[in-house]
């Protein structure tokens, strides 16, 4: 029940508004209220938007190595943004024609579609047939043989899709086919939500887009699988726990080199060479007795001396040298 004031106390607040000494209470600020679109729930949330970018830019690294043998130039590949949109929002935001490969990945329903900006996709093909990435064309549209050019190019992005995703799943990504309408590759329904991920490669001093674009509602079982605090890492699961110079180690020491001893050595003139026939003997400067050069390519590991063991011919170590031998 609301307290019922007394004369002599409404007296005194007529008295304090009159002298100006009474404050006014503060207008409560509102709150600006925030819209939610229903149909477009966050299926992702932060911690996982971070995991993908750190997926994506372990793709981005992996890919430009390869473009730089490929091309030949300096190739930097950036990823600029990762959000989550409406596939109308995407479809609306597709060049026509496109340059668009649409895949998938084996054994689950998730379906997704590369696509090379126009001017990416040509200055490639210029490239990888020799040009030096300038040339123009009076089209845009992408021709059968430039499609089977890029497939190179489209195949090793999904071995190094693999790759990156190791960290949540061995998962393999296989290309279904080109379109260069955006109409026609469709993954998923115009009011769905998908997950668009935008790189911006820099060849050279030119630079083009490149986006991958998931439908989100099939990539609801892998994303689950993301939320693991050790998937922060973008090293591969198989290699979880070691560092780098154990890995590295690891491969070079399985890595094979052609050895080759070199048992002698002489000079012979031109007319000498030309003279020789069958059943000539050949002086070499070294003798039996001396140890022989053991080498791979141009490089002098070590000295040895020659023998049979196990009624194999071999060759004994007999001391380190390491050192270069300069070509005449």
């Known amino acids: 029940m609301a307290a019922i004031l007394s004369q002599q106390e409404i007296d005194a ?14 207008t409560p600020v509102e709150k600006e209220a925030i819209l939610f679109d229903f149909r477009l729930p966050n299926r992702i949330s932060k911690n996982q938007l971070r995991i993908l970018r750190s997926i994506f830019e372990n793709f981005a690294e992996s890919f430009s190595s390869f473009l730089v043998t490929k091309l030949q130039t300096i190739v930097n590949i950036n990823v600029t943004s990762v959000d989550q949109i409406y596939y109308s929002e995407y479809v609306l935001s597709v060049a026509n024609p496109a340059c668009l490969f649409t895949f998938e990945i084996k054994n689950t329903d998730v379906k997704g579609v590369l696509e090379l900006n126009n001017d990416l996709a040509l200055s490639l093909v210029d490239k990888l047939l020799g040009g030096n990435g300038l040339g123009t064309k009076q089209t845009k549209v992408i021709t059968s043989i430039e499609q089977k050019v890029l497939r190179v190019v489209v195949d090793r992005v999904m071995q190094d899709l693999r790759k990156a995703w190791q960290t949540v799943d061995s998962m393999e990504f296989v290309v279904e086919r080109f379109e260069p309408d955006i109409d026609f590759a469709q993954i998923t329904s115009q009011s769905e939500s998908v997950l668009l991920i935008s790189f911006e490669i820099l060849i050279g001093e030119q630079s083009f887009l490149m986006n991958i674009c998931f439908a989100t509602f099939a990539f609801d079982t892998i994303l689950s699988r993301l939320s693991s605090q050790k998937l922060s890492s973008i090293r591969t699961i198989k290699h979880y726990g070691h560092t780098a110079r154990n890995i590295l180690s690891q491969h070079l020491s399985k890595t094979l080199l052609p050895i080759i001893v070199e048992l002698g ?35 002098l590991l070590f000295m040895g001396r020659v023998g049979v063991s196990n009624n194999k011919k071999a060759i004994k170590v007999t001391k380190k040298v390491l050192e270069e031998i300069k070509s005449l």
């Open 265 to 299: 050595s002489t000079k012979l003139s031109v007319k000498e060479l030309l003279e020789m026939d069958k059943g000539d003997i050949i002086r070499l400067e070294t003798k039996i007795g001396d140890d022989q050069k053991i080498k791979t390519g141009s490089q």
């Open 13 to 26: 607040l007529l008295n304090n508004i009159k002298s100006g000494t009474e404050q006014k209470a503060e």
